[in-house]
């Protein structure tokens, strides 16, 4: 029998055991080079599929979906009704309200009850319910939207939902992958080989899925006397054969002066074709140079985009656009207007506005047009061209007032600024040799970032020598970036989470938040779809739009679902070795706690590893798992299951066991059906125990 006063000595001496709480904030992303002692506590040593918040934390990513323009995934409802099942209905068939004419699809049948979606109409309660014509059970409820009993079944129902609805949306017709996707007036256009490979085509979103835009004609002119009617939406008339004109192209000369010579973008013609000799336009007249031609579009090009008014009016913005095997491009949503720019060989890759001018590049050469005249490259107007001594891999405008703001010009290996206005004053300037672009990777992140050799670089305005400074930002993730960087294929910014990102044909991706000029974190993705195009852009309502196209013939909406399109997305991080702030004393570890919120249900796996994994150390019990690309430390984790759901999730708690001079601690998770959540910290309780021997 254990006597009252041994009780009372066991009872002191717990109460004396010193128990210390360490608080670890997720905050700086992925650390590949930083040495283990000097790393922060909550950056990771390895990642997944989670990115760096703006204000701290890590969150597991959303996800993307199939798009062509009618009802998204995500968007989809699911409705119980409860019944009497006196038949053998299946999921997948339709159910009809026999009184109410109402329908719906079935997507899941648990106990006595259907869970349906796309529903038209109002189911009513006590009707029959019919399969095709017979009748399969009599309701006792009306359609309950949302009406899941528990906050896994309901995640469950919405992600069979969106399958339904997926199953609906198609590919971009034709064959091979996307060759370009953009946004434009709340449409998204995509380019694709036609089904035999033989040319481009151009679709766009709908309702009803993609439809393709019809190319018109094109016929080229030099004008004659009267040129004040040779106008857009004019008639062109030789003889019987008419055609509306879509668009005028001056290529050289000018219509007032009566020596305009270029393109004329017309309709189909009426009463026959158009050959070469004399035709009017009102009472101005011009020489044909042959019949018209149906304006098509070689295959397999890259495309690039930009917008750009040289109209001034509040509705004369348009897309330009180019490929690298097709002439340049204008395009306002109905007519597609091909811009010849008297080149040989007519194959911009890049493009872009500035100073109200129309710049292209041809391999290591740069042109642009006159001044608010897109159409024009004549010398005499204000065109030139300008040589770069190096292949050209795009441009950006870089900051300052109308008169003082440059032109980035990047080539592989160099970046030059182009300052001055035009013609006249142009001066271009080398910024540094070295330093330069990889095709594809720069965008306007509040200043320029870009790929290098080097690694994504920042090229910001300063009082520096050149007005210019720049700085490699992802030097803490170099292994990610000396694996991967010649892969890239695609980048783009998310504005609402102020990230760049970096995308790679093995479907790879590089997550950069930042604020201002302060890195919050760099985090690598790895996706199911391997992304080749990709557009970020404001619709009219000014909410942002993140669309990429991939080999597969598909173009997917970013930020938008539970899963990668129907396929799991699989997450996992695992922070640095933390040795509280005493490497060399040994902890007896207690327990840890992970801070979350999100909205909804999830479940994930909570791991740890003890001493840098070491074997000469004794390790938790461990759990068997699996991933695509583990290391030998995965073998050192216990592993712990949280299940939550609502809003927020109040901390909480999970056992450890072991004693070492550090740990590390892990989360893991693979899930189709529910929505992103967010780890802002962690807690750990421990108690120190010796100091560790020599």
């Given at each position: 029998m254990v006597s009252k006063r041994a009780v009372q000595i066991a009872a002191r001496a717990l109460s004396s055991v010193q128990v210390a709480t360490d608080y670890i904030n997720l905050f700086g992303g992925l650390d590949q080079v930083t040495p283990p002692l000097k790393r922060s506590p909550g950056v990771c040593r390895s990642t997944q599929n989670f990115e760096a918040r703006i204000n701290g934390g890590y969150r597991r990513i959303p996800g993307y979906e199939v798009f062509d323009g009618r009802t998204s995934p995500s968007s989809a409802q699911y409705a119980i009704i409860t019944a009497t099942i006196t038949g053998s209905p299946a999921v997948g068939n339709t159910l009809t309200g026999a009184t109410s004419g109402a329908t719906g699809v079935i997507i899941a049948l648990p106990g006595s009850s259907f869970v349906i979606t796309k529903i038209t109409g109002t189911f009513q309660s006590g009707e029959n319910l019919n399969v095709g014509g017979p009748t399969v059970a009599v309701s006792t409820s009306t359609a309950i939207i949302s009406g899941a009993a528990t906050a896994v079944l309901h995640a469950t129902y919405n992600n069979l939902a969106a399958d339904q609805y997926r199953s609906d949306i198609?590919?971009?017709?034709?064959?091979?992958?996307?060759?370009?996707?953009?946004?434009?007036?709340?449409?998204?256009?995509?380019?694709?080989?036609?089904?035999?490979?033989?040319?481009?085509?151009?679709?766009?979103?709908?309702?009803?899925?993609?439809?393709?835009?019809?190319?018109?004609?094109?016929?080229?002119?030099?004008?004659?006397?009267?040129?004040?009617?040779?106008?857009?939406?004019?008639?062109?008339?030789?003889?019987?054969?008419?055609?509306?004109?879509?668009?005028?192209?001056?290529?050289?000369?000018?219509?007032?002066?009566?020596?305009?010579?270029?393109?004329?973008?017309?309709?189909?013609?009426?009463?026959?074709?158009?050959?070469?000799g004399a035709a009017t336009v009102?009472?101005?007249?011009?020489?044909?140079?042959?019949?018209?031609?149906?304006?098509?579009?070689?295959?397999?090009?890259?495309?690039?985009?930009?917008?750009?008014?040289?109209?001034?009016?509040?509705?004369?913005?348009?897309?330009?656009?180019?490929?690298?095997?097709?002439?340049?491009?204008?395009?306002?949503?109905?007519?597609?207007?091909?811009?010849?720019?008297?080149?040989?060989?007519?194959?911009?890759?890049?493009?872009?506005?500035?100073?109200?001018?129309?710049?292209?590049?041809?391999?290591?050469?740069?042109?642009?047009?006159?001044?608010?005249?897109?159409?024009?490259w004549s010398i005499v107007t204000g065109s030139t061209e300008i040589a770069m001594s190096d292949t050209v891999t795009g441009f950006m405008k870089q900051p300052g007032s109308e008169a003082g703001g440059a032109l980035a010009i990047f080539t592989r290996n160099r970046t030059s600024m182009l300052y001055g206005s035009g013609v006249s004053d142009w001066n271009l300037v080398p910024y540094r040799e070295e330093l330069g672009a990889y095709p594809h990777t720069i965008q306007d992140f509040g200043q320029t970032i870009f790929l290098d050799d080097r690694g994504v670089t920042f090229l910001q305005t300063s009082q520096a020598f050149g007005n210019f400074a720049h700085a490699a930002v992802t030097n803490a993730v170099l292994d990610f970036i000396n694996d991967y960087r010649t892969l890239a294929t695609a980048s783009c910014v998310s504005r609402d989470l102020s990230q760049y990102r970096l995308f790679f044909s093995n479907n790879r991706a590089l997550y950069i938040t930042a604020v201002g000029n302060k890195i919050v974190g760099i985090m690598p993705m790895l996706f199911v779809d391997t992304v080749r195009c990709v557009c970020s852009l404001e619709d009219t309502d000014g909410s942002e739009k993140i669309f990429f196209g991939s080999d597969s013939g598909w173009v997917f909406q970013m930020e938008k679902g539970t899963s990668f399109d129907g396929d799991e997305i699989e997450f996992y991080f695992e922070l640095a070795y933390n040795f509280s702030k005493s490497p060399r004393v040994n902890k007896r570890y207690r327990d840890a706690t992970f801070e979350v919120e999100g909205d909804g249900y999830a479940a994930f796996n909570f791991g740890y590893s003890l001493g840098y994994g070491s074997t000469s150390i004794p390790q938790p019990d461990n759990q068997a798992v699996t991933l695509d690309f583990s290391s030998v430390f995965w073998d050192a984790f216990t592993w712990d299951a949280f299940v939550w759901d609502g809003t927020t999730l109040a901390p909480s708690t999970v056992a450890m066991e072991g004693e070492a001079e550090n740990y590390s601690l892990a989360l893991r998770g693979t899930s189709d059906y529910y929505q992103p959540f967010s780890i802002s910290g962690a807690v750990t309780h421990y108690t120190p125990r010796r100091i560790l021997r020599a």
């Amino acid at each position: 029998m254990v006597s009252k006063r041994a009780v009372q000595i066991a009872a002191r001496a717990l109460s004396s055991v010193q128990v210390a709480t360490d608080y670890i904030n997720l905050f700086g992303g992925l650390d590949q080079v930083t040495p283990p002692l000097k790393r922060s506590p909550g950056v990771c040593r390895s990642t997944q599929n989670f990115e760096a918040r703006i204000n701290g934390g890590y969150r597991r990513i959303p996800g993307y979906e199939v798009f062509d323009g009618r009802t998204s995934p995500s968007s989809a409802q699911y409705a119980i009704i409860t019944a009497t099942i006196t038949g053998s209905p299946a999921v997948g068939n339709t159910l009809t309200g026999a009184t109410s004419g109402a329908t719906g699809v079935i997507i899941a049948l648990p106990g006595s009850s259907f869970v349906i979606t796309k529903i038209t109409g109002t189911f009513q309660s006590g009707e029959n319910l019919n399969v095709g014509g017979p009748t399969v059970a009599v309701s006792t409820s009306t359609a309950i939207i949302s009406g899941a009993a528990t906050a896994v079944l309901h995640a469950t129902y919405n992600n069979l939902a969106a399958d339904q609805y997926r199953s609906d949306i198609a590919a971009v017709p034709g064959s091979g992958n996307i060759l370009g996707v953009w946004r434009f007036n709340n449409v998204t256009y995509a380019f694709r080989n036609n089904a035999g490979g033989t040319a481009a085509a151009l679709y766009k979103s709908s309702t009803g899925g993609w439809v393709q835009v019809s190319f018109e004609y094109q016929v080229t002119y030099t004008v004659g006397s009267g040129a004040a009617t040779i106008v857009d939406g004019g008639t062109l008339t030789q003889g019987g054969v008419t055609a509306t004109i879509r668009r005028v192209l001056v290529r050289t000369g000018t219509l007032a002066a009566g020596t305009a010579a270029g393109t004329l973008v017309i309709s189909v013609a009426a009463g026959g074709n158009f050959a070469a000799g004399a035709a009017t336009v009102g009472a101005g007249t011009l020489t044909l140079s042959g019949a018209e031609t149906a304006i098509t579009m070689l295959p397999s090009g890259r495309f690039e985009f930009t917008n750009a008014n040289f109209g001034g009016a509040a509705n004369t913005t348009r897309v330009y656009g180019c490929d690298g095997v097709n002439k340049a491009f204008e395009f306002d949503g109905t007519y597609f207007v091909p811009i010849p720019t008297g080149m040989t060989t007519d194959t911009p890759a890049y493009i872009t506005s500035h100073k109200n001018q129309l710049f292209l590049s041809f391999v290591g050469s740069i042109q642009h047009s006159g001044p608010g005249t897109p159409y024009t490259w004549s010398i005499v107007t204000g065109s030139t061209e300008i040589a770069m001594s190096d292949t050209v891999t795009g441009f950006m405008k870089q900051p300052g007032s109308e008169a003082g703001g440059a032109l980035a010009i990047f080539t592989r290996n160099r970046t030059s600024m182009l300052y001055g206005s035009g013609v006249s004053d142009w001066n271009l300037v080398p910024y540094r040799e070295e330093l330069g672009a990889y095709p594809h990777t720069i965008q306007d992140f509040g200043q320029t970032i870009f790929l290098d050799d080097r690694g994504v670089t920042f090229l910001q305005t300063s009082q520096a020598f050149g007005n210019f400074a720049h700085a490699a930002v992802t030097n803490a993730v170099l292994d990610f970036i000396n694996d991967y960087r010649t892969l890239a294929t695609a980048s783009c910014v998310s504005r609402d989470l102020s990230q760049y990102r970096l995308f790679f044909s093995n479907n790879r991706a590089l997550y950069i938040t930042a604020v201002g000029n302060k890195i919050v974190g760099i985090m690598p993705m790895l996706f199911v779809d391997t992304v080749r195009c990709v557009c970020s852009l404001e619709d009219t309502d000014g909410s942002e739009k993140i669309f990429f196209g991939s080999d597969s013939g598909w173009v997917f909406q970013m930020e938008k679902g539970t899963s990668f399109d129907g396929d799991e997305i699989e997450f996992y991080f695992e922070l640095a070795y933390n040795f509280s702030k005493s490497p060399r004393v040994n902890k007896r570890y207690r327990d840890a706690t992970f801070e979350v919120e999100g909205d909804g249900y999830a479940a994930f796996n909570f791991g740890y590893s003890l001493g840098y994994g070491s074997t000469s150390i004794p390790q938790p019990d461990n759990q068997a798992v699996t991933l695509d690309f583990s290391s030998v430390f995965w073998d050192a984790f216990t592993w712990d299951a949280f299940v939550w759901d609502g809003t927020t999730l109040a901390p909480s708690t999970v056992a450890m066991e072991g004693e070492a001079e550090n740990y590390s601690l892990a989360l893991r998770g693979t899930s189709d059906y529910y929505q992103p959540f967010s780890i802002s910290g962690a807690v750990t309780h421990y108690t120190p125990r010796r100091i560790l021997r020599a």
